[in-house]
């Protein structure tokens, strides 16, 4: 069953009046461990022992992701996730229990505390054909804010596109996020009412950023449904996928086994077919991208090579001058200024 709102009608239909019309109790927050979560929640926990052991994540990613448990389907951040189950009930998975989130509550889970990875396969949390919930997820991604939603149908968790990712910069938004993670953390006098009242801030603030127009969906600035419509043969469903992956490591070898082709077919077809290595295609595409993340943002730079996959400011920086003849904040003001005298 796919999602049919958009994130915008979500929030303005589901999430405000729902702000505005509960309390506290509907807020729940993660504890690390099982004994701690029963303590502070009426909610229904089924336990899962932690089967691996941690690995700490040391290359960069996206999502800043520091350690997994590979065998448990389980990661950990410094960043804290907020959702709000949109339908159904939520089977989600914390450290060593499951807990049953229902339609019309919300889940802080504090940095720091494993969580589920989002892998399609969910017969790790038990057999269940008659699962569904549907879930938008916030979360602190480079200084700005990311909204997405997903689904669980059965034993399969599916994300839906909608109109992507959506990304808003303000610094707001993380900083509400961060209060509300220290207030349910430390556990102070009224920390319950503070908790929410800062959840009640942190909507209404994004809510009024939508309607205003402050955020946008990166991958549309990659075209990427007219791509999409395109992507017939192998070497073009590849470049749709380094369109959709670009804040990711992309290697020949692991592209190639995404369109079914060998190394070495690989290479030549794309060679072939596109005029190009696969390497300058890759790059080609993160100037690209970074070229209207820099027009039609505000995101700072930080953010952006980030984004489009450079691990490094000063590598970021000298790739983009090589293609451009300036540096991004150069091209940034050079192109917003033109476009202000027009």
């Known amino acids: 069953m796919a999602?049919?709102?958009?994130?915008?009608e979500i929030v303005s239909s589901q999430l405000v009046p729902w702000v505005m019309n509960n309390s506290p109790e509907h807020l729940i927050v993660a504890q690390p461990r099982l004994q701690l979560m029963k303590a502070t929640t009426h909610l229904p926990?089924?336990?899962?022992?932690?089967?691996?052991?941690?690995?700490?994540?040391?290359?960069?990613?996206?999502?800043?992701?520091?350690?997994?448990?590979?065998n448990d389907h389980l990661?950990?951040?410094?960043?804290?996730?907020?959702?709000?189950?949109?339908?159904?009930?939520?089977?989600?998975?914390?450290?060593?229990?499951?807990?049953?989130?229902?339609?019309?509550?919300?889940m802080l889970v504090p940095g720091r505390i494993p969580r589920w990875t989002g892998v399609e396969n969910l017969e790790y949390l038990g057999d269940n054909p008659?699962?569904?919930?549907?879930?938008?997820?916030f979360r602190?991604?480079?200084?700005?804010?990311?909204?997405?939603?997903?689904?669980?149908?059965?034993?399969?968790?599916?994300?839906?596109?909608?109109?992507?990712?959506?990304?808003v910069h303000n610094t707001r938004l993380i900083r509400l996020l961060e209060e509300m993670e220290e207030e349910v953390?430390?556990?102070?006098?009224?920390?319950?009412?503070?908790?929410?009242?800062?959840?009640?801030?942190?909507?209404?603030?994004?809510h009024r950023d939508l309607l205003e127009d402050k955020a946008?969906?990166?991958?549309?600035?990659?075209?990427?449904?007219?791509?999409?419509?395109?992507?017939?043969s192998p070497i073009q469903r590849a470049q749709q996928y380094v369109r959709e992956h670009l804040n990711e490591e992309l290697t020949q070898d692991h592209v190639a086994r995404r369109v079914y082709l060998s190394r070495t077919q690989f290479i030549r077809r794309f060679n072939e077919e596109t005029g190009q290595t696969f390497n300058e295609f890759v790059t080609q595409c993160r100037i690209e991208q970074t070229k209207k993340l820099l027009l039609q943002t505000d995101f700072p730079l930080t953010f952006i090579h980030a984004s489009v996959g450079y691990k490094s400011s000063t590598y970021f920086n000298t790739v983009f001058r090589k293609h451009t003849g300036m540096l991004p904040s150069q091209y940034r003001l050079l192109k917003k200024t033109d476009k202000a005298r027009e």
Not at 130 to 137: A, G, L, P, V
């Open 75 to 106: 990661l950990e951040t410094d960043n804290a996730l907020l959702l709000y189950v949109l339908k159904g009930e939520a089977d989600l998975n914390c450290g060593d229990y499951i807990v049953s989130v229902p339609q019309g509550n919300a």
């Open 45 to 70: 926990l089924t336990p899962k022992k932690i089967k691996g052991p941690r690995k700490r994540v040391k290359a960069f990613t996206f999502n800043e992701v520091k350690a997994n448990w590979p």
């Open 3 to 8: 999602v049919s709102n958009s994130i915008i």
């Open 216 to 232: 946008i969906y990166p991958a549309q600035l990659a075209d990427r449904e007219n791509l999409l419509a395109k992507a017939e």
């Open 130 to 137: 008659n699962r569904y919930s549907e879930i938008i997820f």
């Open 185 to 206: 953390t430390k556990r102070r006098p009224h920390f319950e009412v503070m908790g929410w009242s800062l959840l009640e801030q942190f909507v209404l603030t994004l």
């Open 140 to 167: 602190e991604t480079r200084g700005s804010l990311q909204v997405w939603v997903s689904s669980r149908e059965g034993n399969r968790h599916v994300y839906h596109h909608l109109n992507g990712i959506l990304m």
